[in-house]
């Protein structure tokens, strides 16, 4: 296989599904190809806070040449990664394997046996990523712990599930020692010393990136990984119209303003795992362009938040270093279907604070908006000095917990390829649908009495409250999995209704509400999907 092509593979995008897909690729004696549009990073060039805009911010175009980028729509603030190991770099290494009942809701249930497939390919992605079980508690998550006791929940605390290595109990962190993962085949560790510095890039060897397990492996096995590159074209090659014969893939520098260095590359194969927002817009791109017509007209329906709300409780002159631990170390369950976790940035990483404000409750729009100026002006007035502490920027993530709050409620909304009112000159990625609820009483009423506990102030997103839109760290969906291109993007087995050899292999498959971290169920669901595929034929 491959004869007349430089590629039997192309992946695009180096994330959770890419570098799994690379790596199992490799191993079945295919040739593959990596295009990934951000930078290699190493603890070396790593950001030691994200006031560091230009090595935290992933703007390229503004020479902000980061791993971390926020995309703005009138429904969501969608967070994202965008490096070499995609997410993983700046994600909070959060693994949760998500309730069964995802499987029986929206366009994947009955196509599959899904939960007892699965189960093998949670356990291949938890080895692969070294899920433990957090043992590094810091007094954010007691104090959570304490909050939850208070509110009555108290036995649904737990510790998360996390890809860092940590010392055994009782041993000192900051150990050095050869790979502990992969028979020696993987690069050295170091222990986790708790500076809460996961989602501005680890900087000291102790996060399992996907860089330094699947992708290493997979480049290790011969992939040819291709850095700051972005793709800008894909068509079927020798005009047959399914792909049959093969793909063309055009590249420019994803860097560079001017001398573009387009390049070109042919495969018989070609896996899109550029995230659920990444892969979503590129299609769209292709579709409108005619270079791939035949994208089902489902493209960026079914796209999920996991149903998410930003609160928190800063505690001016705490006598603790709220910072301290590992960025998600604990969470718990304030009912059935509500998900709150402990969530930190690395002490001096202050740069969030300027999205943070008092906490304010009440239905979205202009009301909220007018209880906000209310409350914050009472707050100034009565009580000045002590609400400028709670406001100021500098030691916010020293005294701040961050509650990030999930709710397992099935929702969506759409993304459309539109000219927007006040860009009529091309075509932009919009949201569209019923908006996603900004305020989660029962979070906000937990928030309250947490603050009261620890003599400290509620907080909520700015965003939230000005513009009702939420902020999340998980959007899924958009090129779902279904039985057909009338309900769906792809199949049961992550192939591209209407082509060959195409697939698509991360989180915009994804066909329901998962309401935890999804990094780990989109490494098992490429996992299986690579199962599928065949050992590459001899000679």
Request: hydrophobic content about 40%.
């Amino acid at each position: 296989m491959g004869r007349g092509f430089d590629f039997d593979y192309i992946v695009v995008g180096s994330g959770f599904g890419g570098s799994v897909s690379a790596l199992r690729l490799a191993e079945k004696g295919y040739r593959v190809a990596v295009i990934e549009m951000g930078r290699r990073w190493t603890p070396q060039n790593l950001p030691r806070t994200n006031w560091s805009l230009h090595r935290w911010f992933w703007r390229p175009k503004l020479a902000l040449r980061g791993f971390f980028n926020m995309r703005f729509f009138r429904h969501a603030t969608i967070l994202h990664g965008c490096a070499v190991g995609g997410g993983s770099i700046t994600y909070a290494s959060t693994l949760l394997r998500p309730p069964e009942k995802v499987w029986e809701m929206g366009s994947w249930a009955g196509l599959s046996d899904w939960q007892s497939e699965m189960p093998p390919h949670y356990q291949t992605a938890s080895r692969m990523l070294g899920v433990v079980q957090n043992n590094i508690l810091g007094p954010a998550d007691l104090r959570l712990k304490q909050a939850a006791t208070a509110f009555g929940v108290g036995d649904t605390f737990y510790s998360t599930s996390v890809g860092i290595f940590q010392s055994p109990a009782g041993q000192p962190p900051g150990k050095t020692c050869p790979d502990p993962f992969f028979n020696g085949e993987g690069p050295q560790r170091t222990t986790c010393n708790g500076c809460g510095g996961c989602m501005v890039g680890c900087r000291f060897g102790a996060k399992n990136t996907l860089d330094q397990n699947y992708l290493y492996l997979a480049e290790k096995r011969g992939a040819k990984l291709f850095e700051e590159t972005q793709v800008v074209d894909v068509r079927p090659l020798d005009g047959i119209a399914d792909g049959s014969c093969g793909y063309e893939v055009r590249t420019v520098n994803s860097l560079a303003w001017l001398r573009t260095k387009p390049r070109r590359f042919t495969c018989r194969n070609i896996i899109f795992s550029a995230s659920a927002i990444g892969t979503t817009e590129l299609l769209f791109r292709l579709k409108e362009s005619g270079s791939l017509p035949s994208i089902s007209d489902r493209l960026g329906k079914h796209v999920r938040t996991n149903s998410e709300s930003l609160i928190g409780v800063r505690i001016p002159g705490c006598p603790d270093d709220l910072s301290k631990g590992v960025a998600i170390g604990s969470g718990i369950y304030l009912d059935e279907h509500t998900h709150v976790e402990a969530v930190r940035y690395p002490n001096g990483s202050d740069a969030m604070a300027f999205l943070s404000t008092i906490l304010t409750g009440a239905n979205p729009g202009t009301g909220r908006v007018l209880l906000w100026l209310r409350s914050l002006a009472k707050s100034l007035l009565c009580h000045p000095f002590k609400t400028l502490r709670i406001l100021k920027p500098f030691g916010w993530a020293k005294e701040c917990i961050i509650l990030l709050c999930m709710q397992a409620l099935d929702g969506d909304i759409d993304m459309r390829w539109e000219r927007p009112w006040f860009w009529p000159f091309r075509k932009f990625m919009v949201s569209r649908g019923k908006r996603i609820p900004t305020f989660i009483p029962i979070a906000n009423e937990f928030a309250e009495k947490f603050a009261h506990q620890v003599g400290g102030a509620p907080m909520s997103m700015l965003p939230e409250i000005l513009f009702d839109v939420p902020g999340t760290a998980h959007c899924l969906g958009g090129c779902v999995i279904a039985a057909s291109p009338m309900e769906g993007v792809v199949d049961s087995r992550h192939r591209v209704f209407g082509y060959r050899n195409m697939y698509i292999c991360d989180g915009s498959v994804v066909a329901s509400n998962l309401g935890v971290n999804p990094s780990l169920t989109i490494a098992a669901l490429a996992e299986r999907a690579m199962s599928f595929i065949p050992p590459a034929p001899r000679g």
